[in-house]
């Protein structure tokens, strides 16, 4: 249950396999490398008052932590590492087409366009294409592939990736 060939419009890098329902709190699951093996695994942290997500390696080490902010005027996303933000996904307010704004803490910020809700979208910085995400690539009913550009933070854009789900699933 691999990916398809590749299409030739995705980044070169790192290519990963995702499910397209997000688990909910207290739930667990892997996201796979293109070779089919468990790259990282999404926990749900139960008994929070956020809903809270955590990306670990595979030998359980916490790598970022995915927590929602409400106390302000839209929803946002924020995604930390070691106890430090690294980013802030929060939905765009502008736009006819699902856009999210990725707010990078001492870094450039980046983008998401295009289809979310059908994970048919790409992920941005000043204009190059960091991520590419599409169910096109699968056979397999509610999976989705994220393929990370050569040299990027896979599990940060794994994380953006897991926080734009959960800002769509609950709209």
């Given at each position: 249950m691999g990916f398809l060939r590749n299409r030739g419009d995705e980044p070169d890098g790192e290519r990963f396999q995702m499910r397209e329902k997000l688990l909910s709190i207290g739930d667990d699951y892997w996201i796979e490398n293109d070779q089919g093996e468990?790259?990282?695994?999404?926990n749900g942290k139960a008994?929070?008052?956020r809903e809270t997500?955590?990306?670990e390696g595979v030998s359980?080490?916490?790598?970022?932590?995915?927590?929602?902010?409400?106390l302000s005027i839209r929803?946002?996303?924020?995604i930390e590492r070691g106890g430090d933000k690294v980013a802030t996904v929060h939905k765009a307010l502008v736009g006819i087409r699902d856009r999210?704004?990725?707010d990078v803490e001492n870094g450039t910020d980046?983008?998401?366009?295009?289809?979310v809700l059908d994970h048919e979208y790409e992920i941005e910085r000043d204009g190059d294409t960091?991520?590419?995400?599409?169910?096109?690539?699968f056979r397999v009913r509610d999976t989705y592939g994220v393929a990370v550009a050569a040299g990027e933070d896979a599990p940060l854009i794994l994380a953006i990736t897991v926080a734009i789900d959960s800002l769509t699933t609950r709209d």
């Open positions: 468990r790259a990282y695994k999404v008994l929070r008052i997500f955590v990306i359980g080490q916490e790598l970022i932590r995915i927590q929602e902010r409400k929803d946002k996303v924020a999210f704004a990725i980046m983008k998401a366009k295009g289809n960091v991520a590419t995400i599409s169910k096109k690539w």
